[in-house]
Nanobody, 122 residues
């Protein structure tokens, strides 16, 4: 079993920055990709950014380059640096990862974190 533990959310003024972290714990052989999603009440969860095992990244075009995803493979951790935050960035941010495990059995599964609230005030 694998757990994703997020941290770094909070309240920030428009124009400010936050860095989210998500660490994966448990039976991990390899992490194929890690990603950040966000969701506001009444709307679908939307993809923010992804990073693959080769460190290639993709970010949503709507973010206009304000967010940067990165990872520390040694720590099984993914980060989301968010700059020039806007009130419309207010959402619960979720970490997502596809993990390959060998113990107690070989499997590939997708996991979600519990979510961390980001609130941007105007």
């Amino acid at each position: 079993q694998v757990q994703l533990v997020e941290s770094g959310g909070g309240l920030v003024q428009a124009g400010g920055s936050l860095r989210l972290s998500c660490a994966a714990f448990g039976s991990i052989f390899s992490i194929n990709y890690m990603a950040w999603y966000r969701q506001v009440p009444g709307k679908q969860r939307e993809l923010v950014a992804t990073i693959l095992s080769d460190d290639s990244t993709h970010s949503a075009d709507s973010l206009e380059g304000r967010f940067t995803i990165s990872r520390d493979n040694a720590k099984n951790t993914v980060y989301l640096q968010m700059n020039s935050l806007k009130p419309e960035d207010t959402a619960v941010y979720y970490c997502n990862a596809e993990v390959s495990s060998k113990v107690p059995e070989s499997r590939v599964a997708v996991y979600w974190g519990q979510g961390t609230q980001v609130t941007v005030s105007s």
